[in-house]
């Protein structure tokens, strides 16, 4: 009897087994190293590792910590990593999967941008870089085409994209404004017209069966005590996460001075983990109309090569701002060795962008465990990602611009058009075909670049 007591109370043979931190640190490690792709590429990967083949997370609990890095400044599919490493192993667990999901593209980056400023000016250097200017373009439009689809939902969540392209384009509307009012008019809409604004969140609608993981199990039990936040939680993180961020910057900025180069990345870097909203294409828009025209770190050609190099790492997209980094301080430093202050701007850059990720989780992560199923905040979200649809079509717009034509002029308001004259037939060929390629042969990134900066080789030898 005894026995078949212990029979019967055991669990299933497919009940998912609690991974252990040494697991989880190898799963993330893993993760790491693959996570090519872009932002889409990256969840896509952690879902069917996590979700699909291990089972450690259920799918509704996995698309809810989505949708909160979602409404989160910086990058979603490593905020995205650091919850759910913080739901399996509490702070140690989120911080090693934060990590770990940087830190090898972050070493790639590092390696290229010291190659491309040494010899960047070679000619063989330069026709690659052309190819891959061109397929860059291709990439932004089809994040434009692939986010889009999921946002722009209705012609509410159109009407959205299309003022937020107007409102950053044309206006020159401040980026966090555009998040702001499009979050807002989400809020309110889900009142007055929840058919137009409910459900159009990230992830909603996508899933036919909720996958039950380990996670989920041990919330039926009451395990994870960790997830239900105590009255000085927010306190004592801030305390920890906020000294800890911006210490180093202001250590920096008051040793080098207020207008060194360093207290300029420090700053810039830090407020940008702050207001940036809307995932790592939107990101990209905001750093490069400062890094380009407030800051004149690098060229606008030159910011497109640092997104072809981010393109080709495994990592966040968003490394494409260490190689801002870098450039700034290897040109404006003054030290004695270029590529060791571009070293050191790269660091302060990582620094200054990731430690707010594992502080914006570390914080709000115990309250939107407490959140779910909330229709108001998942329409905020879908209005916003509409919004940010607008803000890509902007990146793609800049993009074209500067890759495809050699001159552009101001007809007004600050509104850019192209110079016709100064087309670049083979730029345009190139990104045609490159669009051709991802879009119609189903070719995947990586090899759509690796093709293109070959094709720019042979085309500039002619």
Request: hydrophobic residues 60%; proline residues 5%.
């Amino acid at each position: 009897m005894t026995a078949l007591a212990k029979d019967d109370a055991a669990p299933p043979v497919d009940t998912p087994a609690m991974p252990s931190f040494r697991e989880a640190t190898r799963l993330w490690a893993r993760i790491g190293l693959l996570s090519f792709g872009g932002p889409a590429g990256q969840i896509a990967l952690m879902h069917k590792e996590l979700v699909e083949e291990r089972h450690w997370i259920g799918e509704e609990r996995f698309l809810h910590a989505l949708n909160y890095c979602m409404l989160l400044p910086g990058p979603e599919a490593q905020q995205l990593a650091v919850y759910i490493g913080w739901l399996l192993h509490r702070t140690a667990g989120g911080l090693v999967a934060g990590t770990l999901f940087v830190l090898p593209g972050a070493l790639v980056m590092l390696c290229l941008s010291s190659f491309y400023m040494l010899y960047n000016d070679a000619p063989v250097v330069e026709a690659l870089f052309f190819g891959i200017k061109a397929a860059v373009l291709a990439v932004v439009v089809e994040a434009v085409i692939r986010i889009g689809k999921r946002a722009l939902k209705n012609r509410a969540m159109i009407a959205i994209a299309v003022a937020a392209f107007l409102a950053i384009y044309i206006a020159k509307l401040p980026f966090p404004l555009i998040v702001l009012a499009a979050g807002l008019i989400g809020w309110i809409g889900n009142r007055f017209a929840p058919g137009l604004f409910s459900g159009s969140a990230h992830g909603k609608g996508g899933a036919t069966v909720d996958r039950i993981g380990v996670v989920d199990l041990m919330f039926e039990r009451g395990e994870l005590a960790h997830t239900v936040p105590t009255k000085w939680h927010a306190a004592r993180t801030i305390a920890i996460w906020l000294p800890l961020w911006l210490g180093p910057v202001a250590l920096i900025a008051l040793l080098a001075g207020p207008g060194s180069v360093w207290a300029q990345i420090g700053g810039f870097f830090s407020l940008m983990a702050v207001v940036t909203f809307g995932g790592a294409y939107a990101v990209l828009a905001y750093v490069a109309q400062a890094a380009v025209t407030s800051f004149g770190w690098l060229s606008p050609g030159e910011m497109v090569d640092g997104l072809g190099l981010a393109e080709t790492t495994p990592g966040p997209l968003i490394l494409v701002l260490q190689f801002v980094g870098f450039a700034a301080a290897y040109r404006h430093a003054g030290l004695a060795s270029p590529l060791l202050a571009g070293s050191l701007g790269s660091l302060l850059t990582l620094w200054a962008t990731f430690v707010p990720c594992f502080f914006w989780i570390f914080l709000g992560a115990p309250y939107i465990e407490q959140l779910r199923q909330n229709r108001a905040l998942a329409a905020a979200l879908g209005a916003i990602t509409a919004a940010v649809v607008g803000v890509i079509m902007n990146l793609a717009l800049w993009f074209a611009l500067h890759v495809v034509f050699g001159k552009v002029a101001s007809v007004g308001w600050g509104v850019e058009v192209p110079v016709l004259s100064s087309l670049d037939w083979r730029a345009a060929l190139l990104s045609v075909a490159a669009m051709v390629a991802m879009f119609r042969l189903k070719a995947g990134m990586l090899p759509t670049l690796a093709g293109s900066a070959l094709a720019g080789l042979a085309l500039q030898a002619l």
